[in-house]
């Protein structure tokens, strides 16, 4: 299976920073990664697809990168509502795999 | 509206059986593949099993192989999760998720399984 490891497992920034998430898998997956926000008492939320691709209402300031190997989530300027915890997901080979999150907490 | 909806979930002992239903609207059924994705309380995405549209390609998880079974009514824009065999570490909030050739792009809200005596 595609390991997926995600840091650093909690990021404690102030609004109006930038936020860096990493996604690192253990073979390569090419571009086929996702990134995913959760929040508290909700499902997942699409973020970003093919790794770099934001997704539909999805804010300019998220934007991924990387393939291969290594992925990053960016986002440029915090807001207070971008708390919660992202994972990646890889879709490059079965089984699907996600990654163990990063939560992100607004100072 | 694009949305699903999940129902079903309930408490069952550990050897027994439940059937999800997750029901689609607001887009073409058929025209997607879909997935049952787990989260177990506390702890992260697990991905349980996925069905291609016609239903040609199914795989799942090595944890519910031959326990697990999904399937779908496209006339009826539903797919099931047919759960068997339970056992306490089954238990998690279960979504459905379509997908694109891309990612998971609609998820639903969840449906609760407890497994214990």
């Known amino acids: 299976d595609i390991v997926l490891t995600q840091s650093p497992a909690t990021l404690s920034l102030s609004p109006g920073e930038r936020a860096t998430l990493s996604c690192r898998a253990s073979?390569?997956?090419?571009?086929?990664l996702s990134w995913y926000r959760q929040k508290p008492g909700q499902a997942p939320r699409l973020l970003i697809s093919?790794?770099?691709n934001r997704a539909t209402g999805v804010p300019a300031r998220f934007s991924g990168s990387g393939s291969g190997t290594d992925f990053t989530l960016t986002i440029s300027s915090l807001e207070p509502e971008d708390f919660g915890v992202y994972y990646c997901?890889?879709?490059?080979?079965?089984?699907?795999?996600f990654g163990q999150g990063t939560r992100l907490e607004i100072k | 509206e694009i949305k699903v909806v999940e129902s079903g979930g309930g408490l069952v002992k550990p050897g027994g059986s439940l059937r999800l239903s997750c029901a689609g609207s607001?887009?073409?059924?058929?025209?997607?593949?879909m997935n049952w994705v787990r989260q177990a309380p506390g702890k992260g995405l697990e991905w349980v099993s996925s069905?291609?549209?016609?239903?040609?390609?199914?795989n799942y998880a090595d944890s519910v192989r031959g326990r697990f079974t999904i399937f779908r009514d496209n006339a009826k824009s539903s797919l099931y999760l047919q759960m068997d065999s339970l056992r306490a570490e089954d238990s998690a909030l279960y979504y459905c998720?379509?997908?694109?050739?891309?990612?998971?792009?609609?998820w639903g809200q969840g449906t609760l399984v407890i497994v214990s005596s």
């Open positions: 998720a379509r997908s694109t050739s891309s990612a998971f792009d609609c």
């Open positions: 607001g887009f073409d059924f058929s025209g997607f593949s």
């Open positions: 069905i291609s549209r016609s239903s040609s390609y199914i």
């Open positions: 073979q390569d997956i090419t571009s086929y």
């Open positions: 093919d790794a770099s």
């Open positions: 997901q890889q879709r490059s080979a079965w089984p699907i795999t």
